[in-house]
């Protein structure tokens, strides 16, 4: 088991950036794929970015470029830099883990249904 709390969601203006973090606390000890996911109002949850214990990384098309995954090993945070932020990345920010899973193992790493331990979510809403 491991247990997800996400931070550091707010309000910004189209083009600024916020940074999102990820604690992990409980069995850290297992190699775990990581997520960022959003859900925007009536709309699905989508796979933002995924990083592996590997260190490999992969994004959405809407965000490569722009948002950058990453993680602290020694303080088991992951982080979320998001920036150029547009309207359209309003939405319900939600880190996720699924044990012994890499991106070459798990090429639906955006589906959310291949994760098992998920944060409560952090809330983005960027303005125009």
């Known amino acids: 088991q491991v247990q997800l709390a996400e931070s550091g969601g707010g309000s910004v203006q189209a083009g600024g950036s916020l940074r999102l973090s990820c604690a992990a606390s409980?069995?850290?000890?297992?190699?775990?794929?990581m997520g960022w996911f959003r859900q925007a109002p009536g709309k699905e949850r989508e796979g933002v970015a995924a990083?592996?214990?590997?260190?490999?990384?992969t994004y959405a098309d809407s965000v490569r470029g722009r948002f950058t995954i990453s993680q602290d090993n020694g303080k088991n945070i992951l982080y979320l830099q998001m920036n150029s932020l547009k309207p359209e990345d309003t939405a319900m920010y939600y880190c996720?883990?699924?044990?012994?899973?890499?991106?070459?193992?798990?090429?639906?790493?955006?589906?959310?249904?291949?994760?098992?331990?998920w944060g409560q979510g952090a809330r983005v809403t960027v303005s125009s």
């Open positions: 996720a883990a699924e044990g012994d899973a890499t991106i070459a193992t798990l090429p639906t790493w955006g589906t959310h249904d291949e994760y098992t331990f």
């Open positions: 990083l592996d214990s590997d260190g490999s990384t």
């Open positions: 409980g069995n850290t000890y297992r190699h775990y794929l």
